[in-house]
């Protein structure tokens, strides 16, 4: 079965340098989660968006800004990188509202952002 | 804002039933008991989840109190590859176009010795 993509798996830039991330959910999913983990932490939620509007924002920086266009994939974009954005970050997605066996969010092998 | 309580550890004998406990004594009626794992900077791998009832799929089964304050992760036949961190996630339930998010506590890192 398809499942989440996420690309680049792997991404290096300096500090200051901008980076983009892109996701693509599973078929006709229309809600995608952003998620990052530093090194030795637990996955923090970032932003989620639900049928290409904005739905739900956890502690993403102001220098972070993400979209979900048309065609449902989604995009993370980091300006003014920090050493501390060095993370690995996770794509989810889901089909929607509600939290029963239709709604299960699944999660992408994420990108590893090293900051330098 | 994890409603979760988990052991940092937990160790298991290859073929053994592994079994991991979770405490959401403040869980609401309406929200869901997730269980995910991650194997070392994999994604997290969805298990199981579950409302009231107990539920069983291919990989384990899951059992929730009558009280619904803890819940307990069955490996039934525990193996190598099933080394990973578990994380027992009560689900935010949506709220109009806010949909649940999933909070991410500490976990359990379960290691399967041979």
């Known amino acids: 079965a398809a499942g989440v993509i996420q690309s680049p798996r792997h991404l290096i830039k300096e500090k200051r340098e901008t980076a983009t991330l892109k996701c693509y959910p599973i078929?006709?999913?229309?809600?995608v989660y952003w998620y990052q983990q530093g090194p030795g932490q637990d996955p923090q939620f970032l932003i989620s968006?639900?049928?290409?509007?904005?739905?739900d924002k956890g502690s993403i920086p102001d220098r972070f800004s993400a979209q979900q266009f048309s065609d449902y994939h989604s995009e993370l974009n980091m300006s003014s990188l920090e050493l501390g954005d060095s993370a690995l970050y996770f794509c989810a997605s889901s089909s929607g509202p509600g939290q029963g066996s239709g709604n299960t969010i699944y999660f992408g092998e994420g990108s590893w952002l090293t900051v330098v | 804002d994890a409603k979760t309580t988990q052991p940092p550890s937990m160790d298991c004998a290859e073929g053994r039933a592994a079994n991991l406990p979770c405490n959401h004594s403040t869980i609401s009626g309406n929200e869901y008991v997730y269980w995910y794992r991650q194997i070392h900077s994999q994604g997290p791998q969805y298990i199981i989840h579950g409302l009231k009832n107990n539920e069983t799929n291919e990989m384990a089964s899951l059992i929730i109190t009558e009280d619904r304050k803890s819940s307990t992760l069955i490996l039934p036949h525990a193996t190598l590859r099933d080394t990973a961190v578990y994380y027992c996630?009560?689900?935010?339930?949506?709220?109009?176009?806010?949909?649940?998010?999933?909070?991410f506590g500490r976990g359990t890192q379960l290691t399967v010795w041979p």
């Open positions: 078929p006709r999913h229309d809600t």
């Open positions: 996630i009560v689900r935010v339930p949506d709220r109009g176009s806010t949909l649940g998010r999933l909070y």
């Open positions: 968006f639900y049928e290409k509007m904005q739905s």
